[in-house]
């Protein structure tokens, strides 16, 4: 008896020392959030959501306190190891973006690394990004054989090393060099340049494989680069065409953005490099170009529910057009689904 006594008290202060250790190990950890865009809507509530709360972006137990200086902060419950997290304005809508609006990694953390942590909001994913970092690339440098007029492509981690991504064909400016403009969608970014495909992909003078070139957000805003060789001459023959809307539905507002879904983009409804613009007489167009001989597109303003339709609402055939029939392609839009 006497012995069972001796253990269970060995055993409750372990278990006390056990726990001391465990509390004393774990940190409360402050969180501030000392400046937000300038178009954030007055009177937001800003929420931290994360790996402690299963990411759930609207939890009141995580709103943050806003202090009389405008600087947001909160204290997390003890805990221990790596903190994950994101801040929002209570939905997935309203998640920051980075400068350009594009989506950011998880913000990462140990508990009791600092003591407080300070952070920046650069955008919100349900505002316009208002200070959105760019960087130009300059090609300086051709091979001999370079096509006359070529098409020349950046295939990169920005579009998943597409070598043909008519999103990203480089421009030619008036001193005949060869340049794109990119917004910040990551801190780098690793490329290489094609004319079309990857036969076509650029080298080293003896026809070795190059590494990928690597570009940085933080450094100059301007980079040029010279291209030695391409592994072929093989290019891709482009055809284009413009789309011009001369009708739309009264029902259109004059702010709505309208674009163009269809087999040059995987049908996406939204795509910001297909939207249409607006010219000096109000009307909107779009310059498409393919190497399809034939194109199907719809019109719609952002998602398939505002698709167009039918004037009895009804839904349409998918648009065909065959390329290099024209360069011009009038449209009227009849009616939006969704109106």
Known sequence: MKINRKYSYIFRMTLFAVQIILFTSCYRQEIVLDRLPANTPAGSEVYITGNFNNWDPGDQRFRMERGNNGVYSITLPRGAGKLEYKFTRGDWTTVEKNECGYDTPNRSLRYGEYETVLNTVYCWGDTEPMNCIQKTLVINELPENTPDTPVIYLASTF??????????????????????????????????????????????????????????????????????????????????????????????????????????????????????????????????????????????????????????????????????HADTLFLKVDRWKDR
């Open 159 to 324: 579009n998943g090393w597409n070598p043909g991504d008519f999103k990203y064909i480089m421009q030619k400016n008036s001193r005949g060099q060869y340049y794109i403009t990119l917004d910040k969608q990551a801190e780098c970014m690793e490329y290489k340049f094609t004319l079309g495909n990857w036969e076509s992909v650029e080298t080293e003078p003896s026809g070795n494989d190059i590494a990928n070139r690597r570009l940085c957000f933080d450094e100059p805003d301007t980079a040029y680069v010279a291209i030695k060789a391409w592994r072929s001459t093989r290019i891709k023959t482009l055809r284009k065409v413009t789309l011009v809307i001369s009708s739309l539905p009264e029902e259109t507002m004059s702010g709505d953005p309208i674009y163009a879904a269809g087999s040059f983009n995987n049908w996406d409804p939204g795509n910001k490099w297909h939207a249409f613009k607006t010219d000096d007489s109000g009307r909107r167009y779009l310059t498409l170009a393919s190497e399809d001989e034939t194109i199907t597109f719809k019109i719609t303003r952002g998602n398939w529910r505002s698709v167009e339709t039918t004037l009895s609402g009804k839904d349409i055939a998918d648009r065909s057009f065959i390329m290099g």
